[in-house]
């Protein structure tokens, strides 16, 4: 059972638009929601991320949307460019000590000049 | 100075020989995990130390043993190597607690053929 569902799969933006990716998770009791960004070749790395107290972040041109009633946090990225083709992962963790991160499938975002 | 290093970067080897894939953290981090990221790049996590005892252990193969002989080390050992073992394995490290922030290394390719 996937905690973490991410949507669309891929994504093709052209320069200049916005990039939306979609989470929705099952879990409440998770207490952190990261997203990360992917080059090829490269391991993730944390992009942004929220506490679910929160109903936005904003950090330059990424902004995390977060639902708590709904279940769905999103990232949208402003103004996108081509640097900003990657893989994007959405996560979420528990609360507990053992700090274990649920991630979802991943959307590969392609910006066209 | 890397935060999250990996030896060896890419691994070929063949079905049914064992192998070993080394991690270290600068960090100061208490907790490290090894993910196993498969051809369509979905993240799973594999097992789980704080403070080098062993917190997460997922539904992974007896074939694969982790160790940890400080805290700033998390190796994994690969036993009997299958094609199905094929993938990109990443070790992270976090600080633990209610710190949710998550440092991946880059990741080390393992070609089974």
């Known amino acids: 059972q996937q905690q973490v569902k991410q949507s669309p799969q891929s994504l093709i933006v052209q320069k200049g638009g916005i990039s939306i990716i979609n989470c929705a998770y099952e879990n409440t009791a998770f207490d952190y929601f990261p997203w990360y960004q992917q080059f090829p070749g490269k391991g993730p790395a944390l992009l942004i991320a929220i506490r679910p107290d929160v109903s936005e972040k904003k950090e330059g041109r990424f902004t995390i949307s977060f639902n708590k009633s709904a279940k769905q946090f999103s990232l949208h990225i402003m103004d996108s460019q081509p640097g900003d083709s990657a893989t994007y992962f959405c996560a979420a963790k528990t609360p507990d000590n053992f700090n274990k991160f649920y991630f979802g499938s991943g959307t590969k975002l392609n910006v066209k000049p | 100075d890397t935060a999250v290093s990996q030896t060896p970067k890419y691994l070929v080897t063949q079905m049914g020989n064992d192998k070993s894939i080394k991690c270290e953290q600068n960090l100061g981090h208490d907790t490290m995990y090894w993910y196993k990221q498969d051809s369509k790049k979905f993240l799973k996590i594999m097992f789980s130390?704080?403070?080098?005892?062993?917190?997460i252990n997922e539904t992974v193969p007896n074939r694969f043993s982790p160790k940890s002989p400080d805290k700033a080390h998390l190796n994994l050992h690969i036993n009997s190597l299958e094609l199905g073992d094929s993938a990109v394995y990443f070790c992270?490290?976090?600080?633990?607690?209610?710190?949710?922030?998550?440092?991946f290394g880059p990741g080390t390719r393992l070609t089974v053929l």
């Open positions: 992270a490290s976090s600080l633990g607690g209610t710190s949710g922030e998550q440092f």
């Open positions: 130390y704080n403070n080098k005892e062993l917190i």
